[in-house]
């Protein structure tokens, strides 16, 4: 860390004396904020120009100025984490790069522990289908620090493509996007990491069509359990629509599997155009994947009823799974389906992981995955495509060409009592 003058925080250099008069043994010692000859105490606001003093006129070798460094252009992101600015380097025009602003107004102690496991993540990881950390820059004003991640611009993000019903992807085109997430997960999860925020707006593609896993606000390390002790992670975690059952439910002791869950929901939302199970509440989500994927019970799941929420929830029993008749009249081809109902496995030990997904048929039949046809079917929109900048995606925007994502069959219609007030667009 960098610090300015001599010693810590403008202290003396150690073994420095003053020069003045001794003081009597018995004296009490100044108030450390005191000057040694006033007897009177630096207000808060003199302390407070002091400081901004020193953070303007010092240089931070490792954190640059962000105006003097990037020129913002436009914002393409909001959320709980921050925003995001599309901006412009002052050095070489030519190159754009996306801020992303560390939140610090709810922070009492220094930088926030999430942007810093956050930083160490990114900085370990290097692969082509992971979103590259440049640097981290800084500004001040109205005596607050402001930081803000560097990275490299990606031009659309999945949640932004699907929305606009003139972007169409083919099957070799929707291959091409389904391996690259794999890739980047089958990386990740080999160096023990894990995303938890798996969902389609953290999906990047560039215009070149190669595409970048992003925001990994919520991602860590996994540990392997010392002594047998099971771990316990937060079950806090991955936006409610793509979260899995066993974080519902009240598991701690999870790992690469919630990621794989969360991949499952993106790839249906390729052919669906809008995410496939928008539940209100945890109850309603838990109740959407039952009536998907089947009822949730020892026989398909072994252990689950020992799962803290299993005996709290109302846990649908007795509904079939019906992954693959729901998804039939959107995906076509018989391996896309199937691959996704391998995803959506209730039980997280029987669900596919990313290197049995990249070994999967729908990636080695005709036809094959083609980059070439996704960067040229991308080269037809000039315009950035970004979940903040599109119209709302839920429900999936009725009347703009598409029918309403996996509807319930008629006979379904009749809601339980907890589900009561929810309006069941999809499953």
Sequence with gaps: MASGGSGMGGMPPKGSSHQGAPHHPMAPAPH?????????QPTTAQMAQDRDRYLEKFAFP???RQADKYEKIAKIGQGTFGEVFK???RSDPKKIVALKKVLMENEKEGFPITALREIRILQLLNHDNIVNLIEICRTYNRHKTTFYLVFDFCEHDLAGLLSNFNVKFTLQEIKKVMQQMFEGLYFIHTNKIIHRDMKAANILITKQGILKLADFGLARAISISKGGQPNRYTNRVVTLWYRP????????????????WGAGCIMAEMWTRSPIMQGNTEQHQLTLIAQLCG???EEVWPGVSSL????KLEIPRGSKRRVKERLKPYVKDQFACDLIDKLLSLDPSKRLDADNALNHDLFWTDPMPSRESLERMLGNHNQSMFEYL????????AGAGMPQPMQQPQQQQARP???????????
């Design 32 to 40: 450390p904020q005191q000057h040694p000859h006033s007897s009177q």
């Design 390 to 397: 599109a119209p709302t995606r839920r429900g999936g925007r």
């Design 87 to 89: 901006a412009r380097s």
């Design 245 to 260: 059952p066993e974080l519902l439910l009240g598991e701690r002791n999870y790992g690469p599997a919630v990621d794989m």
């Design 295 to 297: 009822a949730i019970t």
């Design 417 to 427: 009592s907890h589900n009561e007030g929810y309006m069941d667009r999809v499953f």
């Design 308 to 311: 803290d929420l299993f005996s």
């Design 62 to 64: 490792y954190c640059e």
